[in-house]
Every structure is written in C-alpha cells, then in structure tokens.
C-alpha cells in the first residue's frame, strides 16, 4: 500500500503541536548560539511634526519588498491633536517597532521569528514558519501581518515579481513561502552590505525614509552617538508607543 505523502510545511505543523510549550529561555538559547556579536542598533526616529500623511512612505515599501494585498510593512495612521486646538490631525508612520524585549519572538513554536543579535533587527524565517500566526496576535503595535496568498491583479501574466526580502530573491509561487507566513517589516535588510552597513548616499537605505517627502523618517544606528537619529533624541523631545508594555521599540516619535 502506498504511502500518503506529507508536505514539509504539514510535517513542521505536527511538530508544532508538541513544542507550543517551548520556554522563552529556549528561543533565547538559540539566537545567543547561532548570532554573531551586536555590531548596530537601527531604528527610526519619526518626526509628527513634518509627517503629512501623504503615504509615499507605504507606496514606496510595498514596490521595494513586493508585498502582496492585505501585507503592510509601514501604514500611516491619522490621530487627533491633542487638546483639540485645531483640524489638523497627527500623523504616525507604524513600521515594524523592532523591540529590544519583542513579544512576538518567545511565542513561536519553531524559533521562526528572532532578534538578529548583530544588527536588533527582527526577522522570520520563511523556511521556518508554520502560520501559526501567534507573532501575529503577540504583537502589541499590529505590526505583522499574515500572507494568505492574494496577488494583485494588474501585474503582469508574465515575468512574476521577486521580493528581495532577507537577499533571497524568491519569486511568488503558489503554495511555497512567504505564501502562508507571517511577514513584516525588516528596516530593508536586504539593502545592506557585506558588513552590515547601510550607505543613504548611494540609497541603500530602508525605502520609507528614503522616499518621505517630508522629510519625517530619520534612520540610523542608535548606539552611534553621532548619527542623525541620536542627535535628534538628544535635541528634541520624545516618545515611545506602549512604554509601559517594556518591550523597548527601537521607534521613536518627535513632538
């Protein structure tokens, strides 16, 4: 008689089930073993005062990691002013928040999402992810978002797009990875080089920054004390979402 054939990702499925349990000392372990030493810490400073909503921010991520309907690595949210003394609302660009202490990465079952220990970077691991979407509802800012596989329709028939998402370049195939996976925002890793370093002058530097018109997305390494990000915090008052959660976002807002 023969034997029903079982998918890798259905395998990994029933290997979940019996590792929901997994400590949080556990996933720690691993990143500890497999990353090299923290040579950055990126993160953003996002100034509400100059941010005007207009989106190119969004546009300009989904075109640089070609995500599909429904994914969104960065949104821009509309907040009334406090105080109420005028019409103009406040706008919040929401990227992933990369937290020192993230909460999405000691409920996954299969260690597919972790904190780069080089550069404070959170990532998944495609390979890895079953779509258990734990990250997902773990997530306190709403910064994940689950592929179920949509594609927008005026892409063309042939010549499928590639993502260049984590430098692997995969093209969008029905039932193979990120289709079924947990994504989001990976502060355009892929644009990085050899040694971990970003270079805005030549643009390898995270698309939402690059493109806002405003000029409201500052990024840099923030254990750098004389890039740009460090020296607006040091300059300017500011704050971060849901402190008291702990979590540590590597995402500041000016006021």
């Given amino acids: ?46 100034d509400t005062q100059r941010c005007v909503g207009c989106e190119a921010c969004v546009i300009a991520c989904k075109v640089e990691n070609q ?28 990227p992933c928040f990369h937290c020192e202490n993230p909460p999405c990465v000691p409920v996954c079952p299969v ?7 080089s550069d404070g970077i959170v990532v998944v691991d495609y390979d890895r992810c079953i779509g258990c979407r734990y990250c997902i509802v773990a997530c306190p800012y709403a910064a994940r978002y689950a592929d179920f596989g949509d594609d927008y329709e005026f892409l063309p028939a042939a010549g499928a797009p ?7 370049y995969r093209v969008r195939t029905a039932g193979q990875s990120p289709i079924g996976n947990a994504r989001k925002c990976t502060f355009c890793l892929h644009l ?26 500052h990024f840099g390494d923030l254990d750098d004390p004389g890039s740009v990000v460090s020296r607006l915090l040091r300059e300017r008052n500011a704050i971060r979402l849901k402190e008291e959660l702990g979590t540590k976002p590597n995402v500041f807002y000016l006021l």
């Fill in 1 to 46: 008689m023969e034997e029903s054939a079982i998918s890798r990702r259905d395998l990994l499925k029933h290997a979940a089930a019996g590792a929901v349990a997994t400590s949080i000392v556990a996933n720690q372990a691993v990143a500890a073993a497999t990353m090299p030493p923290r040579k950055h810490r990126w993160g953003m400073v996002i």
């Fill in 67 to 94: 995500t599909p309907p429904g994914v969104y690595y960065t949104v821009v949210t509309h907040e009334p002013l406090p105080g109420g003394t005028t019409d103009r609302p406040v706008f919040m660009t929401k």
């Fill in 111 to 117: 260690h597919a999402t972790y904190k780069r220990e």
């Fill in 162 to 168: 590639v993502s260049p998402e984590y430098k692997q």
């Fill in 192 to 217: 990085q080089d050899e040694s971990g370093n970003y270079d805005e002058a030549s643009g390898r530097w995270p698309a939402c920054a690059k493109t806002c018109t405003g000029h409201a997305i």
